[in-house]
């Protein structure tokens, strides 16, 4: 699991644990119990969004060098450099939509 990924569920777990709380504090009628778990909650969803946008610019990074290399390749006439930027392009874009 990378870095980002696990970050990314450490801001799940957060979210959750986060919504949990609110929700106990507002079934008890505990307003700082509520808030506390409403700010754990965004800030479970802030982690979670910067994880993703980590992984998008990386996913934007692969897919550049792809394009890169496949033209390169094709330039020089050597198809296993068109086939491996051809497979980073798609590794790109689709890390990249997988992070939306």
């Given at each position: 699991?990378?870095?980002?990924?696990?970050?990314?569920?450490?801001?799940?777990?957060k979210?959750?644990?986060?919504?949990?709380?609110?929700?106990?504090?507002?079934?008890?009628?505990?307003?700082?119990?509520?808030?506390?778990?409403?700010v754990?909650?965004?800030?479970?969803?802030?982690q979670?969004?910067?994880?993703?946008?980590?992984?998008?610019?990386?996913?934007?990074?692969?897919?550049?060098?792809?394009?890169?290399?496949?033209?390169?390749?094709?330039?020089?006439?050597?198809?296993?450099?068109?086939?491996?930027?051809?497979?980073?392009?798609?590794?790109?874009?689709?890390?990249?939509?997988?992070?939306?």
């Amino acid at each position: 699991m990378s870095k980002n990924e696990m970050k990314r569920a450490e801001g799940v777990a957060k979210e959750i644990g986060g919504k949990v709380k609110k929700t106990v504090g507002k079934a008890i009628g505990n307003e700082q119990m509520e808030a506390e778990g409403a700010v754990k909650e965004l800030a479970g969803k802030g982690q979670q969004a910067r994880a993703k946008g980590a992984e998008r610019v990386k996913g934007m990074g692969e897919q550049a060098f792809g394009t890169v290399k496949n033209k390169l390749g094709h330039a020089i006439g050597n198809e296993q450099m068109q086939a491996e930027g051809k497979a980073a392009e798609l590794l790109g874009k689709t890390r990249q939509a997988a992070n939306e």
